[in-house]
């Protein structure tokens, strides 16, 4: 069974940097897209990140993050935060490749989600 769990989140001041991490056990598939996904209170869960195993597709971001944050099989990094980027993150992982910034729908298994704070 696969399982996903999310560390790195905690609280910065705009302008700073956190790493996010997917520990990823169960996985036995070779082909496989990784995604990262926010939500803040009120909002609907938005797609940050996505990216692709060896011989997939990838990196692809959203373009409110483009240039901030990097997004590797097992890390965001997250840089020039804003407090607009406050939310919680979640990582996810299915067992294809993934050629776009795919939604939440593509993805069939997920992590409980790291809390992102950014204070003004």
């Known amino acids: 069974q696969v399982q996903l769990v999310e560390s790195g989140g905690g609280s910065v001041q705009a302008g700073g940097s956190l790493n996010l991490s997917c520990a990823a056990s169960g996985i036995d598939y070779q082909i496989y897209c990784i995604g990262w996904f926010r939500q803040a209170p009120g909002e609907q869960r938005e797609a940050v990140a996505t990216i692709s195993s060896a011989g997939g597709g990838g990196p692809y971001y959203a373009d409110s993050v483009k240039g901030r944050f990097t997004i590797s099989l097992r890390t965001l990094q997250m840089t020039s935060l804003k407090p607009e980027d406050s939310a919680t993150y979640y990582c996810?992982?299915?067992?294809?490749?993934?050629?776009?910034?795919?939604?939440?729908?593509?993805?069939?298994?997920w992590g409980q989600g790291t809390q992102v704070t950014v204070s003004p």
């Open positions: 996810a992982s299915d067992p294809s490749y993934c050629y776009s910034l795919r939604g939440q729908s593509g993805f069939r298994y």
